[in-house]
């Protein structure tokens, strides 16, 4: 496809996604893939920039070369020439600036003030709202695909326990548990064993933890509790003992015949991805559905009922 003069037409797809130090939502991601799609839809060659902290290898700005495109289209987010807090200059301004050969459109954009030349430097402003209007055009985010069904991880790990001394291994087992989970295919979901009645990020009695632990799909976790309480919910946990030579989630994992357990000294990213998989397996689900039936009996408490049969002396 080709413009005046003969030019062939390439559109760069920009937005707050794009800029060094711009946020990057949900939302703006979405709205650029429903953009994408049109684009790709009606065979227009084009471009995408992202910021360099949010996607290190991906196309950034400083290295998009204006002459290169026809057309700049800046997707989602509100439209203002506001500096940034650390009293640079305005990212939108300075696009305009770079890419003033460009035809340049915003499409599904909020417009605070129609008369910021942020806005009137476009050549074109299609809105998803406008001051003074109380209604618009639905976001963008909503064109995209469909999700794709993802697992969801639900992250329960401690970095206390200081009475295992000198064997703690918490730290370097969340450290390389945390960089493993950034890389699975997954939603992740940090969570926390700890109630609090103050606090509203924190559940306030184990029905509430356990209605969250219900939902998900697979616990990760450095926590006894983190592992108990998942299967008491039929949920699989993939459990990882921080004390070195093993401590109380090892032996609870053989108490119980859980077998998706390693010790610190076993985690590597290939042993952690083979107990994900079980785990998101049938059988992995099957066996942590076993533990929501409620034991017959309890070796402690008949133990404890024991001691206090005795007479006293």
């Known amino acids: 496809m080709t413009v005046a003069g003969g030019r062939p037409r390439r559109v760069l797809l920009t937005g707050w996604f794009s800029f060094l130090h711009g946020e990057v939502t949900a939302g703006d991601a979405l709205a650029a893939e429903a953009v994408q799609e049109a684009l790709r839809g009606a065979g227009i060659a084009y471009d995408?920039?992202?910021?360099?902290?949010f996607?290190?290898?991906?196309?950034?700005?400083?290295d998009a070369d204006p002459a290169r495109y026809t057309d700049l289209v800046f997707a989602c987010g509100p439209v203002h020439s506001r500096p940034p807090p650390d009293g640079g200059p305005s990212p939108l301004l300075a696009l305009h600036d770079r890419f003033a050969g460009c035809r340049r459109v915003a499409v599904g954009v909020s417009v605070p003030d129609p008369d910021d030349p942020a806005v009137t430097r476009f050549d074109d402003v299609l809105p998803r709202d406008t001051a003074g209007q109380d209604t618009g055009a639905p976001d963008l985010s909503l064109r995209a695909r469909a999700p794709s069904g993802l697992p969801?991880?639900?992250?329960?790990l401690t970095g206390g326990q200081h009475e295992y001394g000198a064997r703690r291994r918490h730290a370097?087992?969340?450290?390389a548990l945390t960089a493993w989970l950034g890389g699975v295919g997954a939603a992740r979901l940090p969570m926390d064993t700890r109630l609090d009645s103050r606090d509203w990020r924190l559940p306030a009695t184990p029905d509430e933890l356990h209605a969250v632990l219900a939902r998900l799909d697979v616990v990760v976790t450095t926590r006894l509790h983190g592992m108990v309480l998942a299967l008491r919910a039929g949920i699989p946990a993939l459990a990882v003992d921080p004390?070195?030579?093993?401590?109380?989630?090892?032996?609870?994992a053989a108490a119980l015949g859980w077998p998706a357990v390693l010790r610190c000294e076993q985690v590597e990213a290939a042993a952690l991805d083979r107990l994900l998989a079980w785990c998101l397996s049938a059988a992995g689900r099957e066996r942590a559905a076993r533990h929501t039936v409620r034991p017959a009996g309890s070796e402690l408490l008949d133990g404890l009922l024991r001691r206090l049969?005795?007479?006293?002396g």
């Open 48 to 53: 995408t920039a992202w910021s360099p902290v």
């Open 55 to 62: 996607r290190p290898g991906a196309l950034h700005l400083d």
């Open 152 to 156: 969801l991880i639900g992250v329960v």
């Open 172 to 175: 370097e087992a969340g450290d």
């Open 243 to 252: 004390v070195e030579g093993g401590a109380k989630v090892s032996a609870q």
């Open 309 to 312: 049969a005795q007479p006293y």
